[in-house]
Structures are given as C-alpha cells and as structure tokens.
T-cell receptor, first 113, second 113 residues
C-alpha cells in the first residue's frame, strides 16, 4: 500500500498565479479530504468527497478555491488567483469508510510571494 | 469557535518519564476521539482512538483516557522515548452526525535524552 500520494511536495509561486495541488488516495478508500495547516488555525478542513462526490465545501475560504475528484484515484485542489495569505501546508487524506481513521499524505507546502 | 482545544502548545519531558497530553472538547455530540502524531515534513499518522462508550484504551506505551462529563481526554505515553518527539493532534467526530473529523491545534512534545 503506497499510502496517500500528494504532488508537488513544495510549490513556490507569485501572487496572482494559478496553483494546482494533486492527490492520489489509497485504493479502495471511499472518502477524500483536503485540509490546510497554518500556525494560526491549525488543521482546518476545506472540503471532502464521498465516492467522488463533494459533500461539504463549507471550509473552502473563497471562490478562488475549487476542488474536483474526477475519479476514485485522483483529486485536485486549485487556487486561482493565489494570494500570499494562501501560504500553508495543504494535506490530502483518505479513509475507507465513516468509521475508519484518516490516512494523510505528506502534504504540499505552498508559498505565495 | 474551536470545538477541540489543546491548550498546551508544547510539552517537554525526560526520556523514561510519563508524557501526558491533554485535550478538551465542547461538542457533546462527539462520540469518537482520535490522536494523531506528526513528524516534520510528514503528514499526521493515526496513533490511537477511543469510543465514547469507553473511558480507557491502551496500545503498548500509549493510553488514552476519556472523561465524558468533563469533556476531556488525555494521551499518556509511558515510558517516553526520544522518538516520540513530534506534534500530537487530538481529533473528534460524531459518527451519528457530521462525517467531518475536527482537529485541535496540536501539542509539540519534546522528549529529552
């Protein structure tokens, strides 16, 4: 089991540019979550999917953020346009069902200058 | 409104002694609690969990205690080892309600040799 795979590991971009973060969940996991970690707010949930369908996107900070899950093995989180305050570590996580623990990827560290 | 609180940002203990990490929650609907451990540049990894029908769960050196009336849980590590140095996140979920796992901000544990 390869675990949850995120790419890129690091992303440095200029304000105004589009950023796309990618995630491959663990095979067989029905749920996929996107979290953002900052010093001020800790780990905050942005959006989650169940069977590729977005269930709750109430944590997405603004319309500049969007997420998709076109199939069971791939999800993207897009920020357009990016701003310096978006700088954070973004984690993707998956779980098999409601009662299983989350498995996290190693995160993407995003820096927007 | 922070539903899961870890009031100690950091904790330092000597190798071989007990480490006690604390967590408080406000939502009485939470019925399942988890602890995650996070090393630098890695994603959080699941450590141990407890259901609200129990007051204690043990796994090797790790024990989680739950006090429902006080809405408090704690993680005990005995004996502490230098490799336990990491950030520990408390998390909670309501299985009968939202599928979202809510995290505390974490406590950084340092175990000194």
């Amino acid at each position: 089991d390869a675990g949850v795979i995120q790419s890129p590991r690091h992303e440095v971009t200029e304000m105004g540019q589009e950023v796309t973060l990618r995630c491959k969940p663990i095979s067989g996991h029905d749920y996929l979550f996107w979290y953002r970690q900052t010093m001020m707010r800790g780990l905050e949930l942005l959006i989650y999917f169940n069977n590729n369908v977005p269930i709750d996107d109430s944590g997405m900070p603004e319309d500049r953020f969007s997420a998709k899950m076109p199939n069971a093995s791939f999800s993207t989180l897009k920020i357009q346009p990016s701003e310096p305050r978006d700088s954070a570590v973004y984690f993707c996580a998956s779980r098999r069902d409601r009662r299983s623990p989350l498995h996290f990827g190693n995160g993407t560290r995003l820096t927007v200058t | 409104d922070q539903q899961v609180k870890q009031n100690s940002p950091s904790l330092s203990v000597q190798e071989g002694r007990i480490s006690i990490l604390n967590c408080d929650y406000t939502n009485s609907m939470f019925d399942y609690f988890l602890w995650y451990k996070k090393y630098p540049a890695e994603g959080p990894t699941f450590l141990i969990s407890i259901s609200s029908i129990k007051d204690k769960n043990e796994d090797g050196r790790f024990t989680v205690f739950l006090n429902k009336s006080a809405k408090h849980l704690s993680l005990h590590i005995v004996p502490s080892q230098p490799g336990d140095s990491a950030v520990y996140f408390c998390a909670a979920i309501s299985w009968g309600g939202s599928e979202k796992l809510v995290f505390g901000k974490g406590t950084k544990l340092t175990v000194n040799p």
